[in-house]
C-alpha cells in the first residue's frame, strides 16, 4: 500500500501535468499566449488550495522555469547591450540614451515614494497596532546591510566572470557598454578588421533571442505551477495575513495603482500612446513579474515585448530594460521600504517632522540606486532604509510573512516602470516606431523613412535609426492574443 504521504503530492502534479496537457492542445488549436497566461492563473490558483499541503513536486516545475529563464539573463543582457550599443554610430547617442533612461527611471520611483507616502499617512498607517517586538529579532536583518564603500565598489565588475555567474546585473552592463565604447572608438574610421567582431555579436544575439523564444513558450506553463505554489503559501500565513491586512492590502493596491494608472498617466502624456493597447501588449511580462517575483527573470520578455510589439528601437530596449532592474524599481525600493517605514514609525508612535519624510524619501531614492532585481530586494531596501533613518528593523520582522505576498506586485509594478521609461525615451527621441505599435507592421518590416510627424521633422537634421530583426522565432507571439502563432510574422496585424 503506497505511503498516504506521497499519494497528495502524486495527485497534484497529475492534475497540474493534466492543465498542462490542456494547455498544449489549446496552444495546438491556435490559443494566443496571452490569453494562455491568463488561463493558467485561475488553474493555478484552484491547484494551490486544493492540493496546499502537497505542492513539492509542482513547486519543482515552476523553480526549473525560474532557474532556466535567470540562466539566460547574463548573456541575453550582455549581448544585446553590445550589439544594440555597436549599432549606435556614437558615444555622444548613448550618452543621451543613458542619461534620458535614468532620469525616467528615477521618476517613475519618486513618484511611487510620493504617491505611496500620502496614503501611509493619510489612513494612519500602523496606529493603535500592538507587536510583540523581541530584542535581537533583527539581528539577522542587520547583516543584510552593506557599507557605502561596499555598496559602490559592488557597482563595479571585479570579476566578470563572477558576475556572470552571480548574475551581478551592473556589473555584466558596465562591462557590455566597456566594450561597446571601445568599439565605437576604435571604429571611427570604419576599420574592416572590426567588421567580422560586429557580424559575430549580431549572429550571437540572433542566437540567444531563439533561445529566448525557446523559453518564453514555457510561459503559461510555469505561470501555472508558481502561481500554485504561492497560493498555497498565503494560505498557510492567512492568520498572519489577517493580523496585517492593512498593511497588505495598501502594499498591492498602491503597487497597482502605480502600475496602472501612475505609468498610464506617463504613457499619455509624455509618450502619446494609448496606455490600454500599451497594457495589453505587456500583459505576458506583467504576469511573469507576479508569478516569479523577479524583475532580471522576466528581461527575457520584457526586452523582445518592447521591441517587437510596443515599437521601441533595440538599442533604447536593451538599455533602459536592463538598467531598470537596478536602478529605479518604484515597487520593491519605493512603496515597500515606505509602507514599512511608516507603519514602524507610528506603532512605535515615533515623532516625525515634514523634513524627516522628506528625508526619508530622499533615502528611498538613493537606496533605489544599484538595488539588484531579484526575489527578496524588497526586504534588502527596507532593512537599509530603515537602518539609515534609524528606525528598529525588528519591525520588518514582524511583516516579513506577508512580504512575499506583496513582492508579487511589487514585482509587476518594478518591470511596467521600466517598459514605460524605455517607451518615453524613444518617444522623446523620436525614434518609437507607431506602426509597430499600431501592429500594422512587425520591425522586420520597419521601412528606412520617419512614419509620424514627429519623425519626419527629426530626419531633417538626422537620419532615423531602423528597428532590426530580434531573431525571434515568429511562432512566438509575444503579447498578442488573437492571431494563431502559426502565421508568418509579416503577416500578423493586429486586431
Not at 497540474?16 to 490559443?31: M, N, P, Q, S, Y
Not at 497597482?256 to 505576458?284: E, K, S
Not at 506583467?286 to 510596443?310: D, H, N, W
Not at 540606486?369 to 530603515?386: E, N, Q, R, S, Y
Request: hydrophobic content about 55%; charged content about 15%.
Amino acid at each position: 500500500m503506497p505511503d498516504s504521504t506521497i499519494l497528495l503530492p502524486l495527485a497534484a502534479l497529475a492534475v497540474t501535468a493534466a492543465a498542462f496537457v490542456g494547455i498544449a492542445l489549446l496552444r495546438r488549436r491556435g490559443a494566443g499566449f496571452t490569453s494562455l497566461v491568463l488561463l493558467a492563473l485561475p488553474v493555478g490558483v484552484g491547484i494551490g488550495i486544493g492540493f496546499r499541503d502537497g505542492l513539492e513536486y509542482v513547486a519543482v516545475l515552476g523553480d526549473l522555469y525560474v532557474q532556466v529563464i535567470t540562466a539566460i539573463v547574463a548573456p541575453l543582457i550582455f549581448i544585446s547591450i553590445l550589439s544594440s550599443v555597436t549599432s549606435l554610430g556614437s558615444a555622444v547617442k548613448l550618452r543621451t540614451i543613458g542619461l534620458s533612461s535614468a532620469f525616467w527611471l528615477l521618476l517613475t520611483n519618486a513618484i511611487a515614494i510620493v504617491l505611496t507616502l500620502a496614503v501611509a499617512l493619510s489612513v494612519g498607517l500602523g496606529q493603535g497596532v500592538q507587536l510583540d517586538l523581541r530584542e535581537g529579532s533583527g539581528d539577522t536583518l542587520t547583516g543584510l546591510i552593506k557599507p557605502l564603500d561596499e555598496v559602490v565598489l559592488g557597482l563595479f565588475p571585479s570579476n566578470i566572470a563572477g558576475d556572470f555567474v552571480s548574475n551581478n546585473i551592473t556589473g555584466i552592463i558596465l562591462f557590455a557598454l566597456l566594450f561597446a565604447v571601445a568599439y565605437l572608438v576604435a571604429n571611427r574610421g570604419e576599420d574592416p578588421n572590426l567588421r567580422s567582431f560586429k557580424s559575430v555579436i549580431d549572429g550571437a544575439k540572433k542566437v540567444i533571442m531563439t533561445a529566448v523564444g525557446f523559453i518564453i513558450e514555457l510561459t503559461p506553463y510555469a505561470v501555472l505551477a508558481l502561481v500554485a505554489t504561492t497560493t498555497a503559501t498565503a494560505i498557510t500565513r492567512i492568520e498572519t495575513v489577517v493580523a496585517l491586512v492593512l498593511v497588505l492590502v495598501l502594499a498591492l493596491g498602491i503597487a497597482f495603482v502605480d502600475a496602472y494608472v501612475v505609468n498610464g498617466v506617463l504613457l499619455r502624456v509624455f509618450a502619446d500612446v494609448n496606455p490600454i493597447r500599451w497594457f495589453r501588449l505587456l500583459t505576458p511580462a506583467q504576469y511573469t513579474a507576479f508569478t516569479t517575483q523577479s524583475s532580471v527573470g522576466t528581461l527575457p520578455l520584457t526586452i523582445p515585448t518592447l521591441t517587437r510589439k510596443v515599437g521601441v528601437p533595440e538599442d533604447i530596449a536593451a538599455f533602459t530594460a536592463p538598467i531598470g532592474t537596478t536602478i529605479g524599481m518604484p515597487g520593491c525600493a519605493g512603496i515597500w521600504p515606505i509602507i514599512v517605514a511608516v507603519f514602524s514609525i507610528n506603532v512605535l508612535g515615533i515623532e516625525y517632522s515634514a523634513w524627516d519624510y522628506v528625508a526619508l524619501a530622499l533615502l528611498c531614492l538613493l537606496v533605489s540606486i544599484g538595488t539588484a532585481g531579484v526575489p527578496g530586494t524588497a526586504i534588502i531596501t527596507a532593512t537599509a532604509v530603515l537602518s539609515a533613518s534609524g528606525l528598529p528593523i525588528e519591525v520588518l520582522v514582524v511583516l516579513i510573512p506577508i512580504s512575499a505576498v506583496a513582492g508579487t506586485a511589487s514585482t509587476m509594478a518594478n518591470v511596467t516602470a521600466a517598459a514605460t521609461a524605455a517607451t518615453i525615451v524613444a518617444r522623446r527621441l523620436g525614434v518609437l516606431d507607431d506602426a509597430v505599435f499600431r501592429g500594422e507592421r512587425s520591425p522586420v518590416e520597419a521601412p528606412t523613412e520617419p512614419t509620424s510627424r514627429r519623425e519626419r521633422r527629426r530626419a531633417q537634421t538626422g537620419p532615423t535609426p531602423v528597428v532590426s530583426d530580434l531573431g525571434i522565432p515568429a511562432d512566438v507571439p509575444l503579447g498578442q492574443c488573437e492571431l494563431p502563432a502559426a502565421r508568418p510574422i509579416h503577416e500578423r496585424v493586429s486586431r
